[in-house]
């Protein structure tokens, strides 16, 4: 039978006092880092880790929504990458990601937006990468459920439509990139907390866990919303970085009713259908920090009154289950990768707000060589802190966004 | 959740009347010699702390003032303000 | 049909009042008072639905919504949970999930090949080769779902919306929560009842068996207490009560949310309930605990309480010979009270050896009622529904199979924890009762009863009281002792009984089913253990075991229970799954309630309208784009540069500030020296946020001494008195700031016969000599209308900004609409004016400026005085930081080369690398050629440069332009200062 009893990611086992590399969080991003140091590098001593179990958060808390049409050069590139890997990990870990290349539909409201619009479908033709404009008839062609009457809040002028993406099944990815990382003997450690890293002539020398010290040479944060507090906390670094919940609900299954992810700026609202036939929908953050991954009467309510209007079959739906995860937010939208920059030995990889998911793999690749050779990869530099003081933000956002005072 | 602010002015409210206005920085520095570390942490960096923090709210839909209040980032509930601060 | 039962005190049908409706297109009737389920019970339908994964035949099982059984398609609406759906007259009920029908379904087959399909089996097939996982998706997406949802479908329906506020909300209107409210209430409190069910009376409403308050009390049946609860709780004005209402959601600071299903005489299908409490009593009592062995499923198979439902409250016996296998006294009562209702009884088996209420014994020895103590069903025979029955002995040692065609299994009770856990309170497992309990509360939130892990009614009783004057004490109406003196009444009373722990039958578990609704087994929860996967949560992911519609309901208690047992982990780490929230799948429609538009309108939306003006939302506003469908706006454009029109600026931000510090506070936030600003007239500016990114332009008029009166972009109006208010917010200066955009309306007069327009309708010289090119003006239209004009040149052409109140714009456009008459003067829209403004290259903000772009990257650095370092100037820092770098965008103008067409807004300007992009350009009927702004790398910006201009579906081919001097039309300006 295809069946093995096995443990997917290896039996527990103690954790050593030292380790080449430490990796704190063990999420996608976390496991796509060692699985690559692992396979690529020939780095098999790492510990990942987790205080909970690996995927407790964003990774497991996410829609699942892959695409690589964003809005600057240099962001695409990335992307793109990330999303040319969902095959190729399938393949690679022996693990079905369930990459359902379904494309995404996103909805334009205004002759503004269709402008904007123009720029990103450019910017993704230009990189190779497939999103088109198209109007109002031919969005409900693709999505016979759209409402693209008149008559509501935000009347429907177009979308971008952009094929290559889709929605992989995010525990999947979490438990076979688990997988592929343990057979090459990375370690990993759940229900294990990280508690301090000490340093020594800004050197990074040691990681404090809640199962005692480990030494190290290099440590990685990339614990998604909880990274910005720990990299505080553990360094001192301040980070332009704000914390909020972000949320998502499902409905019950239905049979096939959305081909295609569709989402909309104006009503902050994305919906796609899951293999299981629930309509998963989201995007509201509500625009002040907390660590609390509630979610919100406010906002499932806004939830199903956007539905309402622009795929006004839902009305018949009922919503199922709602969650929070954490986005840990940027004024320019863009991730903050950087590495032996402030401590050596120090690497960090935040920032994501809600994109980490999509940028996984991509990002563990270079993130790998990153650590591996000390030497950043160019794909990475636009990503450094520093951006900030110089006055460089990457304008991933063409507005100004709402989550700090700066607007 | 369902966050209650207090208004120094018009007292416990429902917390969407309310815009956030981040961590409390003090006020603006000096601009004489303000090098780009300094002015960028003061602008852009903040501290995330998962815990009680002191921070800045407007009273949106409201009276229109800014103030400060004590909030746990872990529950996301208010906490008193001690009369006392340093 | 079957007959009905009709005798009892407790049925809350009308046998006489037949309810017709369409199930599988033929005709049949239910009666007043059934519900969907119970009608169709009532027509010998024992399969409702077939099962998700392996379509396998389901029926009635808890009659309270715990698990999709009965899911079914009503009035073309899915997914309806058709056992607390009240039956109508003419729904048409479907079956969903079928190949075929649910009584022969094609795709049953698929049950047997449950060994192909182990836990988590999706993620290690279907990929070997990569070009199989496509179609194969295909498939699984055809099979997974439930109901089907046409994508034109209209819900039908009224959906209505309340937000009441009150000092007590008590979730559950059973006993405990009746005397909780009963007791708030006496204490002078609000108090709202939230009860799922159409009636008030939870456990207590459907038994006949005995109620004994005490030894000097009368003895009554708990049905009549239930109603005695009832007239209290209707007796006390202060209880508001929303029965069929149920509780989905509870947040900080007691927020509760429920939705209510509207009776025949209410005005609504169903409305959204929120509820901001000061005090909160989760009331909520129990479920049954499932019992879980081989087909356990089985339509047939059905616990206590919906065995005892179906025929004390709808009068229909729910089988005819019965095997009972249970764990707790409630089966003994039921078994009792169904035998006399005329259903054959075969046998008890009852999972506890002892411990059972001896009174209930006894009677079932005058019955000769076999029970045999510590058995259990280990085994549902029978292809479709219930033929017998295996059971054995807890220990496996013993077995024996009996016939019977209903099979009444429960494993025992336990405490709706749902509500506790969503409001954030941490439940603990209680090795005594076998239940979570609440364990740490937030502050104002109090358990009754089976939250307390008590049983004894007239403990739940009191512990109702005592959680009512708790809520009591949170609303300050209350004293600690009186709560005192009760609890200790309370200890005199039983206290929780002992309670049973056995999960499963001592099986194997192949078709012995944790979870109902994704069809996840003993075995499949087993090999995820194997898998690595041990925590619930984890498992949960990995079987989808309690992610279906019937919310966590039927693993949700055994799933820890059994994780924990399998591994052999002590009590301690028995943790309950996460419950999420809605507690009951709530309709999109129910929460979406009465939709509303809130865009603005301004006060000449009727009058734009009118003159055909095809309106867009532009930001909160609905502004009108445009007056014809020529979408280049020819004769708009074309009538300004040579006539005169008519523009409805009404949403531009307006504000007065004053007071002594007011002018301190223009120098914080304009980028300009206010204070070189000279009363009577104006000065344009920009505001900057903290990075030297322009926010904001506007045009600033000095009123008098630190009295100002300023205008702001449309986009930026509602955030300007919070922006100001901000950046001040250290300083304790002493301002005021009005937002005056609603109160004041624009119109702007434009083009060159705009002061011919202008001067009939005014008394005051309005010559270019009088009034001049920027300058300020303030006068009376007929000694009455005070308007405040303003030379300003946006479009490129003479104007007059008029500002005139609100109430009175309607009047002033008329008037000028009459003047202009003779020169045949036209509205124009927003496009044209955004045509006319780019050929002046006059930017607007967000369309020549993204996030990123600062003051001096679109070209407005003259505006910026940096000797005022004092002020703190928002950006002025950033700006001289930024002043070094060469490479930021700059702001340019450019032509098309060779009489090209303009190319798309948003093309890109490349070379290898992206290196600008365009932000307007268009075919320019003024200059006869296409020209544009485009922001680019600053090295680009240099006259002369060529632009490679990339535009979307280009194919790679490129056009191109030109750098050009800005501004393109009239750069002398002299047509603005005419």
């Known amino acids: 039978m295809i069946f093995k009893s096995k443990p997917l990611w290896g039996e527990k086992t103690k954790l050593k006092s030292s380790y080449d590399v430490v990796i704190i969080g063990g999420g996608l991003h976390s496991l796509a880092t060692a699985y690559y140091l692992a396979k690529e590098h020939g780095i098999t001593d790492i510990a990942i880790i987790e205080k909970n179990y690996i995927g407790f958060g964003g990774a497991g808390r996410n829609t699942a929504i892959v695409r690589a049409n964003q809005r600057t050069q240099h962001n695409v590139p990335?992307?793109?990458?990330?999303?040319?890997?969902?095959?190729?990990?399938?393949?690679e870990l022996d693990y079905n990601l369930m990459f359902n290349n379904c494309g995404n539909l996103n909805l334009m409201h205004s002759e503004a937006a269709m402008k904007a619009a123009r720029m990103t479908i450019a910017t993704a033709q230009f990189h190779g990468v497939e999103s088109h404009l198209i109007d109002a008839k031919e969005a409900k062609e693709l999505?016979?459920?759209?409402?693209?009457?008149?008559?509501?809040?935000?009347?429907?002028?177009?979308?971008?439509?952009?094929?290559?993406?889709?929605?992989?099944?995010?525990?999947?990815?979490?438990?076979?990139?688990?997988?592929?990382?343990?057979?090459?003997?990375?370690?990993?450690?759940?229900?294990?907390?990280?508690?301090?890293?000490?340093?020594?002539?800004?050197?990074?020398?040691?990681?404090?866990?809640?199962?005692?010290?480990?030494?190290?040479?290099?440590?990685?944060?990339?614990?998604?919303?909880?990274?910005?507090?720990?990299?505080?906390?553990?360094?001192?670094?301040?980070?332009?970085?704000?914390?909020?919940?972000?949320?998502?609900?499902?409905?019950?299954?239905?049979?096939?009713?959305?081909?295609?992810?569709?989402?909309?700026?104006?009503?902050?609202?994305?919906?796609?259908?899951?293999?299981?036939?629930?309509?998963?929908?989201?995007?509201?953050?509500?625009?002040?920090?907390n660590y609390t991954t509630l979610n919100t009467a406010h906002y499932i309510k806004h939830q199903a009154e956007a539905l309402s209007e622009f795929l006004p079959c839902l009305r018949g739906v009922r919503f199922m289950r709602i969650w929070g995860g954490l986005a840990d937010m940027t004024p320019d939208m863009a991730p903050i990768m950087d590495g032996n920059n402030q401590v050596e030995g120090f690497f960090m990889d935040c920032g994501w707000g809600y994109f980490g998911f999509k940028s996984c793999s991509a990002v563990g690749k270079y993130m790998a060589q990153f650590m591996a050779t000390d030497q950043c990869p160019d794909i990475f530099k636009p990503f450094a802190l520093k951006r900030y003081e110089e006055h460089r933000l990457m304008g991933e956002t063409a507005a100004l966004v709402n989550y700090t005072p700066d607007n | 959740m369902a966050l209650t602010i207090t208004c120094p002015v018009c007292g416990k409210r429902n917390g969407y009347e309310f815009k956030y206005g981040g961590e409390?920085?003090?006020?603006?520095?000096?601009?004489?010699?303000?090098?780009?570390?300094?002015?960028?942490?003061?602008?852009?960096?903040?501290?995330?702390?998962?815990?009680?923090?002191?921070?800045?709210?407007?009273?949106?839909?409201?009276?229109?003032?800014?103030?400060?209040?004590?909030?746990?980032?872990?529950?996301?509930?208010?906490?008193?303000?001690?009369?006392?601060?340093? | 049909m079957m007959n009905r039962l009709d005798h009892m005190p407790t049925l809350k049908i009308d046998g006489f009042r037949k309810i017709g409706f369409i199930y599988k297109k033929k005709k049949y009737y239910g009666v007043e008072g059934d519900t969907v389920a119970t009608a169709l019970y009532a027509n010998g339908i024992r399969i409702f639905a077939r099962s998700l994964k392996y379509h396998r035949p389901r029926g009635l099982y808890s009659l309270d919504g715990e698990c999709s059984?009965?899911?079914?398609?009503?009035?073309?609406?899915?997914?309806?949970?058709?056992?607390?759906?009240?039956?109508?007259?003419?729904?048409?009920?479907?079956?969903?999930?079928?190949?075929?029908?649910?009584?022969?379904?094609?795709?049953?087959?698929?049950?047997?090949?449950?060994?192909?399909?182990?836990?988590?089996?999706?993620?290690?097939?279907?990929?070997?080769?990569?070009?199989?996982?496509?179609?194969?998706?295909?498939?699984?997406?055809?099979?997974a779902g439930l109901g089907t949802l046409s994508p034109d479908f209209e819900m039908p329906g009224i959906y209505d919306e309340i937000f009441p506020t009150t000092d007590v909300c008590i979730i559950g209107g059973g006993p405990s929560g009746m005397m909780a409210a009963v007791?708030?209430?006496?204490?002078?409190?609000?108090?709202?009842?939230?009860?799922?069910?159409?009636?008030?009376?939870?456990?207590?409403?459907?038994?006949?068996?005995?109620?004994?308050?005490?030894?000097?009390?009368?003895?009554?049946?708990?049905?009549?207490?239930a109603l005695e609860l009832d007239r209290e709780v209707n007796a006390l004005e202060n209880i508001r009560v929303f029965t069929h209402t149920s509780m989905v959601g509870a947040y900080n600071n007691n927020l509760i949310t429920g939705f209510q299903i509207g009776k025949e005489s209410d005005l609504f299908d169903q409305r959204y309930i929120e509820i901001r409490a000061?005090?909160?009593?989760?009331?909520?009592?129990?479920?049954?605990?499932?019992?879980?062995?081989?087909?356990?499923?089985?339509?047939?198979?059905?616990?206590?309480?919906?065995?005892?439902?179906?025929?004390?409250?709808?009068?229909?016996?729910?089988?005819?010979?019965?095997?009972?296998?249970?764990?707790?006294?409630?089966?003994l009562e039921a078994a009792l009270e169904l035998s006399s209702l005329g259903l054959n009884i075969e046998l008890i088996a009852d999972i506890r050896e002892d411990g059972q209420n001896p009174e209930l014994l006894q009677k079932l020895e005058d019955k000769n009622i076999t029970l045999l103590k510590g058995w259990v069903a280990c085994k549902a025979n029978g292809k479709k529904r219930v033929k017998n029955v295996e059971l054995s002995s807890i220990d496996g040692l013993a077995s024996k199979t009996v016939s019977c065609d209903l099979i009444v299994a429960s494993a025992g009770m336990t405490p709706v924890t749902g509500p506790v856990t969503i409001a954030q309170g941490k439940l603990k497992y209680d090795a005594h009762t076998g239940f979570f309990l609440a364990d740490k509360l937030p502050e104002k939130i109090h358990v009754t009863g089976r939250l307390l892990g008590l049983d004894n009614p007239l403990s739940i009783e009191t512990s109702g009281t005592i959680a009512g004057l708790q809520a009591a004490l949170d609303c300050e109406n209350c004293s600690i002792k009186e709560i005192g003196d009760i609890k200790k009444s309370l200890k005199n009373l039983p206290g929780p009984t002992r309670g049973t722990k056995l999960v499963t039958a001592p099986v194997k578990g192949r078709k012995s089913f944790i979870c109902f609704d994704e069809d996840t087994t003993i075995k499949n929860i087993k090999q995820a253990i194997e898998k690595g996967f041990d925590v619930p949560e984890l498992i949960k992911r990995f079987t989808s075991a309690g992610t279906g519609p019937g919310q966590g309901g039927i693993p949700g208690h055994n799933l820890p229970?059994?994780?924990?047992?399998?591994?052999?982990?002590?009590?301690?780490?028995?943790?309950?799954?996460?419950?999420?929230?809605?507690?009951?799948?709530?309709?999109?429609?129910?929460?979406?309630?009465?939709?509303?538009i809130m865009l603005k309108q301004t006060p000449m939306d009727k009058m734009q309208r009118e003159d055909g003006g095809i309106f867009r939302n532009i930001g909160v506003w609905q502004r009108a784009r445009y007056f014809s469908n020529d979408l280049t706006c020819k004769k708009e454009i074309e009538n300004i540069r040579s006539n005169v029109g008519m523009l409805d600026a009404s949403t531009l931000g307006k504000f007065r500030i004053h007071g002594p510090d007011a002018l301190k506070a223009l120098q914080r936030v304009f980028v300009s020296d206010m204070s070189k600003v000279q009363q009577g007239r104006m000065k344009y500016s920009a505001m900057c946020n903290d990075d030297g990114c322009v926010i904001d332009d506007g045009v600033i008029t000095k009123l008098g001494e630190n009295d100002y009166y300023f205008t702001t972009s449309t986009g930026r109006a509602g955030q300007t008195v919070e922006w100001i208010r901000y950046h001040t917010r250290y300083d304790k200066w002493n301002f005021h700031i009005v937002n005056l955009t609603d109160s004041m309306g624009v119109i702007n007069l434009a083009g060159p016969n705009a002061r011919k327009v202008l001067a009939k309708i005014v008394d005051m010289d309005i010559s270019n000599e009088a009034f001049g090119f920027s300058e300020y003006k303030e006068f009376n239209i007929k000694d009455c209308i005070p308007v405040r004009a303003m030379r300003l040149g946006f479009v490129g052409e003479l104007s007059y900004e008029l500002h005139v109140p609100s109430s009175y714009m309607l009047s002033v456009w008329l008037m000028l609409k009459d003047a202009g008459k003779e020169f045949r003067i036209q509205n124009f829209g927003v496009e044209a004016q955004n045509v006319l403004r780019m050929e002046k290259c006059h930017i607007i903000l967000g369309q020549e400026s993204e996030q990123r772009t600062n003051l001096l990257d679109v070209g407005l650095e003259f505006l910026w005085d940096r000797t005022k370092a004092d002020a703190k100037t928002i950006g002025a820092v950033a700006l001289s930081q930024a002043e070094k770098d060469k490479d930021r965008?700059?702001?340019?103008?450019?032509?098309?080369?060779?009489?090209?067409?303009?190319?798309?807004?948003?093309?890109?300007?490349?070379?290898?690398?992206?290196?600008?992009?365009?932000?307007?350009?268009?075919?320019?009927?003024?200059?006869?050629?296409?020209?544009?702004?485009?922001?680019?790398?600053?090295?680009?910006?240099?006259?002369?440069?060529?632009?490679?201009?990339?535009?979307?579906?280009?194919?790679?081919?490129?056009?191109?332009?030109k750098v050009v001097e800005m501004p393109f039309y009239d750069p002398e300006g002299s047509r603005m200062k005419m």
């Open chain 2, 24 to 86: 409390e920085k003090g006020p603006r520095p000096e601009e004489k010699d303000l090098n780009p570390q300094a002015w960028c942490e003061y602008v852009h960096m903040n501290k995330c702390v998962a815990g009680v923090q002191e921070e800045w709210w407007f009273h949106k839909d409201g009276c229109g003032s800014w103030f400060t209040i004590l909030r746990d980032t872990t529950t996301n509930l208010e906490q008193e303000k001690k009369e006392a601060k340093k």
């Open chain 3, 278 to 331: 000061k005090s909160v009593v989760v009331a909520t009592g129990c479920i049954e605990r499932p019992l879980i062995f081989d087909n356990n499923e089985r339509p047939g198979v059905m616990q206590i309480g919906c065995a005892l439902r179906l025929a004390n409250t709808y009068g229909l016996l729910p089988g005819q010979k019965a095997v009972f296998s249970i764990g707790h006294d409630l089966g």
């Open chain 3, 561 to 596: 229970l059994y994780v924990a047992k399998y591994q052999a982990l002590p009590d301690i780490s028995i943790k309950p799954t996460t419950t999420r929230p809605p507690l009951v799948p709530t309709l999109l429609s129910t929460y979406a309630g009465t939709n509303h």
């Open chain 1, 143 to 289: 999505v016979p459920a759209l409402n693209i009457s008149e008559n509501i809040t935000f009347p429907i002028h177009g979308a971008m439509f952009h094929p290559p993406g889709g929605i992989v099944r995010h525990d999947a990815v979490v438990w076979g990139l688990a997988k592929g990382a343990a057979k090459n003997g990375v370690e990993i450690h759940q229900h294990t907390e990280a508690l301090g890293i000490e340093t020594k002539n800004n050197k990074v020398c040691s990681v404090t866990t809640s199962e005692g010290k480990i030494n190290t040479r290099q440590v990685l944060i990339s614990a998604g919303g909880y990274s910005a507090a720990l990299i505080h906390d553990m360094l001192g670094i301040k980070l332009p970085i704000s914390v909020l919940t972000i949320q998502a609900m499902v409905t019950q299954p239905l049979k096939p009713l959305l081909d295609h992810v569709v989402s909309s700026g104006a009503y902050h609202c994305y919906a796609n259908q899951t293999l299981k036939g629930e309509v998963a929908t989201g995007a509201h953050m509500d625009p002040w920090p």
């Open chain 1, 78 to 91: 990335l992307y793109k990458e990330a999303l040319d890997l969902w095959p190729v990990l399938t393949k």
């Open chain 3, 69 to 143: 059984n009965t899911c079914m398609e009503v009035d073309n609406i899915p997914n309806v949970r058709c056992e607390n759906t009240l039956l109508k007259e003419g729904m048409v009920i479907k079956e969903q999930n079928v190949k075929g029908s649910a009584e022969n379904d094609m795709m049953s087959f698929i049950d047997k090949m449950d060994w192909m399909m182990p836990a988590g089996f999706y993620y290690n097939t279907m990929h070997k080769p990569a070009s199989i996982w496509p179609i194969a998706m295909k498939q699984i997406r055809k099979a």
């Open chain 3, 889 to 961: 965008f700059k702001l340019v103008g450019f032509k098309m080369e060779e009489n090209g067409r303009a190319p798309h807004d948003g093309s890109l300007i490349v070379d290898e690398k992206v290196r600008g992009y365009v932000c307007t350009a268009r075919d320019s009927f003024s200059l006869n050629e296409a020209v544009g702004m485009a922001l680019v790398d600053g090295p680009l910006s240099k006259i002369g440069t060529r632009l490679e201009i990339y535009e979307d579906e280009c194919n790679g081919k490129r056009i191109y332009g």
């Open chain 3, 183 to 225: 007791a708030a209430a006496k204490k002078g409190l609000r108090v709202i009842i939230m009860e799922a069910r159409p009636w008030l009376g939870g456990f207590f409403e459907y038994r006949s068996s005995q109620y004994k308050p005490g030894k000097d009390k009368g003895s009554q049946s708990l049905h009549d207490r």
